[in-house]
């Protein structure tokens, strides 16, 4: 029976199928092993389509040696160092700016306030500035840092609840007094009584916001 | 001078951006833009870039940039499917040489058409190690994978290649 292939042929025959892809996959990266070439070889003169792969993956490693190289085209080079420079002025810009602000904050207001300061400072008498002692600077620093540290607390410290106005409690109250009228009209309609832990209960957060005028005359509109 | 220090990592780098840009793109003037947008990244991030790892650094924001730039793309109309613009592909290279025969010509034209048509990652491997010529451990750190994972990848991107060089011959 000439036309039949066995079967322990054909897988033998794809499993040197696969090991020749698989050598053929490496193509590019180094020269092929003589171990490789021997065995792409032998398979290659048994299987045409590996044969073609063969010669395609040769062409494809050889393609992309050949692949050139590309140049930065100078529009690009010169519109990215233009932009660069821009860039660069701007921040040097910016930084001067910084720097003088910095500057004057350090060597003009703060060295005017401690001087200022010093001066507040009860010493010798007047006229006597120059010959100041030692310490009043000194003084007038811990003094400007105590100034500091109040108005930081000042400016941190967590703000109290608002406190409400009197149109505001009173409008509060005019409020209550409709929302029980209304309840106690559903409880003479009804008749079923409003009870008294149950108004309690929603007037406590009032109380607790407006104090107690609100909640007894809100209690007694329930009641 | 950090002005002049970018201008020496830019002359050294820049041709690199840009191939790389050229060939994954696939389009000479997006590549440009890409390569501008790198290029000013560089120089915004020049004081954290070291000198010795710049072209890791460049090649990883490069592919990325690429990578984003196509995703922002959804009508790629023209470019992958009609293959490159005709001026990369003519105007943008030497020729064939002298000993290229008219067949490795022919490869290389469609080679460039396939690469264009790959997907991703198989597309920048491929641009990194076939044109960029990086090891593949350096394929690995730009790509932030694994270097199992990036030979995979390569083996499988050089089959996914000739499958499509080979459906252009058949074709032809």
Redesign the interface.
């Known amino acids: 029976m000439p036309d039949t292939v066995k079967p322990d042929t054909l897988t033998s025959h794809r499993t040197d199928c696969e090991r020749a892809?698989?050598i053929?996959?490496?193509?590019?990266d180094a020269p092929l092993a003589d171990a490789e070439e021997s065995l792409l070889t032998a398979h290659a003169a048994t299987c045409a389509a590996c044969a073609a792969?063969w010669a395609?993956?040769a062409?494809?490693a050889?393609?992309?040696l050949?692949?050139?190289?590309?140049?930065?085209?100078p529009?690009?080079?010169r519109?990215?160092?233009r932009?660069?420079?821009r860039?660069?002025e701007r921040e040097a810009q910016r930084e001067a700016e910084r720097r003088e602000v910095a500057g004057l904050a350090a060597s003009g207001w703060g060295r005017r306030l401690v001087r200022y300061l010093t001066e507040l400072l009860p010493g010798p008498g007047p006229g006597a500035r120059p010959s100041a002692p030692a310490w009043r600077p000194l003084v007038a620093g811990a003094l400007l840092v105590a100034l500091t540290a109040v108005g930081l607390y000042y400016q941190t410290r967590p703000t109290p609840p608002p406190a409400f106005t009197a149109a505001e409690v009173a409008r509060a109250q005019d409020d209550l007094e409709r929302v029980f009228s209304y309840l106690g009209k559903i409880g003479a309609d009804t008749g079923v009584a409003l009870r008294e832990e149950v108004v309690d209960h929603v007037l406590q957060p009032t109380r607790r916001a407006f104090g107690s005028p609100v909640a007894t005359r809100a209690s007694q509109e329930g009641d | 001078m950090m002005l002049d220090r970018f201008r020496e990592l830019m002359e050294e780098h820049q041709g690199r951006v840009f191939t790389f840009a050229c060939y994954y793109l696939g389009n000479r003037e997006e590549a440009e833009d890409v390569t501008q947008e790198v290029l000013l990244r560089l120089w915004r991030h020049l004081d954290k870039v070291e000198t010795e790892t710049a072209g890791a650094w460049l090649a990883r924001v490069t592919r990325n940039a690429c990578y984003d730039h196509l995703r922002s793309q959804r009508s790629r109309r023209k470019l992958f499917t009609e293959g490159l613009n005709e001026e990369m592909s003519t105007a943008s290279d030497p020729g064939p040489r002298p000993d290229a025969g008219l067949v490795t010509w022919d490869v290389a034209r469609h080679l460039k058409r396939a690469l264009a048509e790959l997907d991703e990652p198989y597309r920048s491997i491929v641009v990194l190690r076939e044109v960029r010529e990086l090891k593949y451990e350096e394929i690995s750190e730009v790509m932030e994978i694994p270097l199992n994972t990036v030979k995979t990848y390569l083996h499988r991107a050089r089959r996914k290649l000739r499958e499509k060089l080979r459906e252009v011959h058949c074709h032809a």
């Open positions: 892809l698989a053929l996959d490496t193509l590019g792969e395609l993956a062409e494809m050889r393609a992309f050949e692949l050139p190289g590309l140049e930065c085209p529009a690009v080079t519109a990215v160092l932009e660069a420079q860039e660069a």
